[in-house]
């Protein structure tokens, strides 16, 4: 059975997963407009329509790349360790919410139940770095008590 930490990193990669699907869908769906697209008596209107396809198919590109980034780093998380202190790859439990600190997806849903998933380069990543169950942090005028880092 997993943990509740294997659970959430098995989300994780599967949500980075679906966004690379859809991504890559989506470009070759605009590769396919470009190749089938002929060029006409409007010249200048065929041009502009192939290059905004251009500049949206290296956009997605973009995202791709980074997203692939993302899988490397989430990958290196190691969700059957616990550790005592906050660092790549901890889930802390704290007075407000959970939090998974290993690449920037946001809000994470799974069986009902909802996980912060941020990097440590976040504003609470860093405020975070290091800290141990039993200590708080003062952050954005609230106080952040942690409970657990597993």
Avoid: W
């Amino acid at each position: 059975m997993l943990s509740l930490k294997q659970h959430i990193h098995q989300q994780c990669l599967q949500v980075l997963a679906d966004k690379v699907d859809r991504i890559q869908k989506y470009v070759a769906e605009l590769q396919a407009a470009n190749s089938e697209d002929t060029k006409s008596s409007a010249g200048d209107k065929f041009e502009t329509s192939r290059e905004m396809n251009k500049r949206e198919i290296d956009k997605n590109n973009l995202l791709l790349r980074q997203l692939n980034q993302m899988k490397v780093l989430l990958r290196k998380c190691e969700p059957g360790k616990n550790q005592e202190e906050i660092v790549l790859g901890s889930l802390v439990k704290s007075n407000e919410n959970l939090y998974y600190f290993s690449v920037p997806l946001g809000k994470v849903e799974f069986e009902g139940n909802s996980c912060f998933v941020l990097s440590l380069a976040s504003p609470l990543g860093k405020a975070l770095l290091g800290k141990k169950a039993g200590e708080s942090i003062s952050f954005m005028n609230r106080e952040i008590e942690i409970l657990e880092v597993i």
